[in-house]
């Protein structure tokens, strides 16, 4: 049972950054498909950003050029740097871990069978 703890949200005004961490048992594993997730009041959950456990990584045409998604296997922690945020990014922000999709193009298609509670990211305009 793989276990994902978030931790890094809050508020910030528009415009402003966060950064985002995972701390994911999946290090343990050979390889991996991590990814970030969301979930706006009244909205279907999204993709943000997802990495493979090579580095490989993908984002949502809606954040390329402001979030980062990246990870340190000694922390077995996955971050997500996020830059020039807008009020309507306020959501519940998840982490998630697939060990059997690995493959970064699994991200858009595939189910992941493991979910961190999630986080509030709050941003003001």
């Known amino acids: 049972q793989v276990q994902l703890a978030e931790s890094g949200g809050g508020s910030v005004q528009a415009g402003g950054s966060l950064k985002l961490s995972c701390k994911a048992s999946v290090y343990t594993y050979g390889h991996w498909l991590l990814g970030w997730f969301r979930q706006a009041p009244g909205k279907g959950r999204e993709g943000v950003a997802g990495?493979?456990?090579?580095?490989?990584?993908t984002y949502a045409d809606f954040v390329k050029g402001r979030f980062t998604v990246s990870q340190d296997k000694v922390k077995s922690t996955v971050y997500l740097t996020m830059t020039s945020l807008e009020p309507e990014e306020t959501a519940h922000y998840y982490c998630?871990?697939?060990?059997?999709?690995?493959?970064?193009?699994?991200?858009?298609?595939?189910?992941?069978?493991?979910w961190g509670q999630g986080i509030q990211v709050t941003v003001s305009s």
């Open positions: 990495i493979t456990s090579d580095g490989t990584t």
């Open positions: 998630a871990a697939n060990l059997r999709d690995k493959a970064i193009s699994n991200f858009w298609s595939s189910s992941f069978s493991s």
